[in-house]
């Protein structure tokens, strides 16, 4: 079967977690402080701070913004749950504003009708490794007088303009073990700002200021060095992930017929975290033969974040017609960089032959 995902795990991250291990600092110590100053450098931020995963990375940016009880923040409905449940874990209301069909990322018209005195904050996600409107966005975010924050689990390595995604807002990323460049688990916010630098480490470490002094309440969410190490070897190869991954998204271009393909609009650098096409017919019938052809394939994400039971129960009946569209229709197919070519050309057969025979 060729799977939808899978992590690339070479000698260097086997020697980075060996050396770790060898100076029994397991922690968060000199690894997780190296893998902060690559990161910052790789998205131009001022400064990156590690945490324990891309929801800890979420949850920590707002409560930095200081996002709390009545206050309202705009998001995407089309994401994974994370993007707007650490929204309600800080006790504000996420609004969800449709999406565009042709980026299937935060519609700036729409995110602007929600616009409101209660508007705390905005995260837009850069969806699948295509970044977001980030003008527009920006701009509704600018004229609210808000923060823009940059849902950019999974978008590493992704520009917009020429500028790395994470260096327009607060950035947050995620490191988990399928992300364009993984650590198991693993998270990562930058900005360019001192004060959300200093609280994002407060919050990441039971808000201690020194040891055992305790300024605001704060979490154990803290990287460890093994985790950092396995990132600091990942990092190294970004370009090299991304690369393969956007030639591989040419040769699906090139070759796949009868379907609706993913485009990378201009202007924005795609790094296909998911190829995500649309199959506006048995998109379901579609998956199941692609499966029998020995092709892995991934619906993200079939229940809209607004249809999910807890936030239907917490915000009511909300309507986003292109995102529910688009759950209906979207299909992700194998694009990682350890595909080969034969195996695409066996997804590009299985998937032709699919979509002709729905
Ligand atoms: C768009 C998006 N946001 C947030 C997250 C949360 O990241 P993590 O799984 O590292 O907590 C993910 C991870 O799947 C994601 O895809």
């Known amino acids: 079967m060729i799977s939808i995902s899978r ?80 929204i309600m874990m800080t006790g504000a209301k996420p609004l969800f504003a449709d999406v565009r069909e042709d980026d299937f990322c935060l519609d700036p018209a729409s995110v602007r009708r929600l616009l409101s005195p209660r508007t705390r904050a905005i995260i837009g996600v850069h969806l699948f490794g295509q970044p977001f409107d980030v003008d527009a966005v920006s701009r509704c975010a600018a004229d609210a007088g808000v923060p823009l924050i940059e849902d950019a689990a999974q978008a590493i390595g ?37 004060i959300l630098d200093e609280q994002v480490r407060l919050l990441r470490s039971h808000g201690a200021s ?16 093994l985790c950092a190490a396995i990132g600091v070897a990942q990092l190294a190869k970004l ?22 393909l993913p485009r990378e609009l201009p202007g ?37 974040i607004h249809k999910q039971p807890f936030v239907r129960e917490a915000v009511g009946d909300v309507s986003c017609p292109v995102a529910e569209r688009l759950a209906n229709e979207v299909l992700s197919l194998p694009v990682h960089p350890s595909v080969t070519d034969q195996e695409l050309l066996q997804v590009v057969t299985a998937l032709n032959g699919a979509v002709r025979g729905a």
């Open 158 to 194: 992704g520009r917009y303009g020429g500028r790395p995604v994470g260096s327009f807002g607060t950035g947050c990323f995620s490191l988990y073990a399928t992300k364009n460049i993984m650590c198991g688990e693993g998270g990562i916010v930058t900005t360019n700002d001192g």
């Open 268 to 304: 924005r650098y795609h790094v296909y975290h998911q190829y995500t096409v649309r199959i506006e017919r048995d998109r379901d019938g579609v998956a199941a033969r692609l499966h029998h052809a020995g092709v892995g394939t991934g619906v993200f994400y079939r229940t809209p």
């Open 239 to 260: 370009e090299r992930f991304t690369c393969r991954r956007r030639e591989n998204a040419a040769f699906l271009d090139a070759r796949i017929q009868g379907t609706k």
């Open 7 to 86: 992590p690339i795990i070479e000698d260097e991250e086997r020697q980075a977690v060996l050396e770790v291990l060898e100076t029994g600092q397991l922690a968060q110590g000199p690894r997780v402080a190296m893998l902060e100053r690559r990161f910052a450098e790789q998205c131009c931020t001022k400064h990156a701070i590690a945490v324990s995963s891309g929801t800890a990375a979420l949850h920590l940016a707002l409560l930095a913004h200081g996002v709390g009880p009545g206050d309202e923040v705009i998001t995407s409905p089309f994401s994974f749950v994370a993007t707007a449940s650490t």
């Open 210 to 225: 020194q040891q055992y002094q305790h300024v605001r309440l704060g979490y154990n969410l803290r990287m460890n060095d």
